[in-house]
């Protein structure tokens, strides 16, 4: 597994993207990180992966979702080896939209971990970071389950208390706050409280110019990195 | 909510039991149980749980499973204040032939604390038994999925991995190890590993005599509280 | 299994009602039904069922969701023996708040007529409507799912479509439209269309006095079949 | 939207094989299936999809799930636009390890029509195949849920029923029957018994040597085209 460098950007198209399109913010991406140096996780649909790695080489290829399952049986499900087998470096797993079992979520941070894969997991109160933390995934991402698709930024308590329920099971997990953040003060403000990385969704897919965006944002963390 | 005394017992009849038969067990565990003064939890179909606790008010009326959902729309889901208001006690959840996601689980143990009622949380591995301590139930069960339905009894590892998984997180939740007890060596090993209850299912109900089996299993919490 | 009388009538609570409430709302039915000897499907929590049925033997008790399963293990499912047990003579599957598989909806279908007890299926669009008619329920509900919990009544072609999807199938199969359905008017459009049977759940719990609302639906009911 | 020949062919490696294996068998699909003049339906993991269609661009390229979502939010969902856009030209839906509740495949279904991909839908019983016919997928396969993965073949009953259930709702759909199809007797039967398409999972994929099965298996369905 690679190890990843803070503070570190996601790129997140979910479903909003696919094929030219996504490519062409995958290559921006790339491009924009490479300037400031940063690490930039970028997701896609599963069909779009291999043309996203080969456009953007750099980019921390990342896969929405992965089943648990061993090679074998297993109709229609996200076999991990498959996805590491095409270049993929980490999965986003049990977000709001795509909710997992504790048994299956479980399996499946050991699962990533087996084939070579950084788990980054989606969790809403205080409480449930905690309890993804006992499952020692490398990655979380703290958002409110009711901001989710809003626009709006967690609030300061929601962003402290979530970040010290994960620190305070396992310091080793990197923290993402992403809910709503689409601004460089945005950025500023959830790395000011104690994120390790930041980004998002709509903030960049539905800003007028992908480019300037992605340039405003990652500029703001190396603002902070260098103050 | 009450308090629950250890060592304590529970009779789980799943689906195998339902109407007169769920009744005349449920009175033979209240007899068992008044008779070595054991706190017991007996679980049944929720359209027996009414006539269970009036056929059997010392035990502790447990549901089988609960939604997390506030009176309103809900088509089909067990509303927490519906069970609260004929007298129960405790809810299962989580169980691996009902595994629940880490936000329903999360959201179905505050409304149990909110009505009254309380949670009684399965859990598998060691990583997942921590993951729920961290959202404090009332109790866990710790159950290897590997072994559910096989008659047969969790090793001494697992049993003291799991115990100390949730003790390290929370002291005040009491665990049970259930899986395969059926004698009553069963229950004097589970309890010496450090459980705080035991009971079972197959284990009770297919015995050949119901009264015989609880006083073999019950008599033995009172040897060991006594030695 | 019961037969039922055209045209009959549903109050639905799901879960807005539980406990005293629900008791007094099953008395209403049952004696407002008894005035104009309609049949009245009731439906209720599961743990209210035998309750409601003691408070009100003449409704068609009725649950709000089975499982497939038969005796045996099978935690915080519910059980087909264990409603018919009770007295419950009819259940709803597939509502759109607990859609089922098509594989476990044939299977309860199925598991109802073993056990007799009456299934009464919802469905959406006319194409699900011959779908499920396939399968050849004792009744169906149609609803658009964008209308649920809006009050507003599904327009005349919905109806029209959806009732002859079905009567295309299996002439046997009782329809029921009642999506918004909350008025004595409500009731003689949607019977007038070629619906079967008709009620509701909002548009009787939400009213200022239920005995009242009752009253006007029911005997609308009576008023078109005399005229 | 392709048209289908009759008699067709599907090779299905579910999660069996990814990345250099399955372009393995694609390739050998290929050339074998042209050599019969067959065509050849072939699935793969989502993220090998875009080198499969590549390295073997006559197979009828098939994604063996799909979402039914449109462009937007949807962590980790298989969008329909992009599968289309890579070349994808059939998705498998409802598969028993992968079931749909029945507002889900009615809208898979809607959603392939819409943007130009087949759908082939899976069924087990009569009555769920005639439920489905009622849908209208382009084509089903039907396999007996009992028989999946034992490597039986399904009796000549339940092949007249499917089959006789699905044609008495709608002429036009394609009709695979494939479980524990795997050499060139069972190839005839099943197509003597009047199903469009065969083909198979572990029957090939277990075979000591893909080319030849592949070639037994085809060649039995142009022996059958000429007799």
Known sequence: MIKI???FFIVNPKSYLYGADV???AKLADKVSARYDIDCIFTGQLVDLSAIHEAAPNLVLTAQHMDSLKPGRGMG???PEALKNIGVQAVVLNHAENPLTIATLDRSINRAKEVGIMSIVCSDTPAQCAAIAEMHPTMMICEPNSLIGTGNISN???IEQTNRAIRDVDKNILIMQAAGVSTADDVKKVLGLG?????GTSGIIKAPNWEEKLNEMMSAMVDLKES
Request: proline content about 6%; cysteine-free.
């Open 77 to 79: 499900h996200v076999l």
């Open 156 to 158: 300061d308590e929601y």
């Open 195 to 199: 994120a390790d990385g930041t980004g």
């Open 23 to 25: 490519i062409k913010l």
């Open 5 to 7: 460098k803070t503070p």
